[in-house]
C-alpha cells in the first residue's frame, strides 16, 4: 500500500492513489491533516490546471511546499481534483 513518510511521519497511506506522470496522488481522506499547512504557493501546468501547495511540519521542522494538489482541475485531470502529490524528500513507498 503506498505511502508518503518525512522526518519518520506517515503524510499519507492508501491503496486507493492515482499515478499521473510517475507522481503518485493519494486521496485528500488517507493523508494525517496534521502535518499540513496551507502554503500561499501557486503553479500552473498546462493540462492539469493551478496546483495550491501545502507545507509540511513535523516535530517543528517544516518542508516548505511539499505537497501539491489541484482544487480544481481542467478536464482531462479530473481523476486527481484534490487529490496530494509529494516531493521535496518525501519518500512514497510504494
Same mark, same amino acid.
Given at each position: ?42 503553479? #500552473?501546468?498546462? =493540462? +492539469? !490546471? $493551478? ?32 487529490? #496530494?502529490?509529494? =516531493? +521535496? !524528500? $518525501?519518500?512514497?513507498?510504494?
Amino acid at each position: 500500500m503506498p505511502k508518503a513518510v518525512w522526518n519518520g511521519a506517515v503524510l499519507a497511506e492508501t491503496d486507493q492513489c492515482v499515478v499521473v506522470e510517475g507522481n503518485q496522488y493519494f486521496p485528500p481522506d488517507s493523508i494525517n491533516r496534521d502535518y499540513f499547512q496551507e502554503s500561499n504557493t501557486h503553479t #500552473i501546468c498546462g =493540462w +492539469k !490546471g $493551478v496546483a495550491s501547495y501545502y507545507d509540511i511540519v513535523v516535530d517543528g521542522q517544516v518542508n516548505k511546499d511539499a505537497a501539491w494538489y489541484y482544487p480544481e482541475t481542467k478536464s482531462a485531470a479530473k481523476n486527481i481534483e484534490g487529490y #496530494i502529490g509529494f =516531493w +521535496k !524528500g $518525501v519518500k512514497v513507498e510504494v
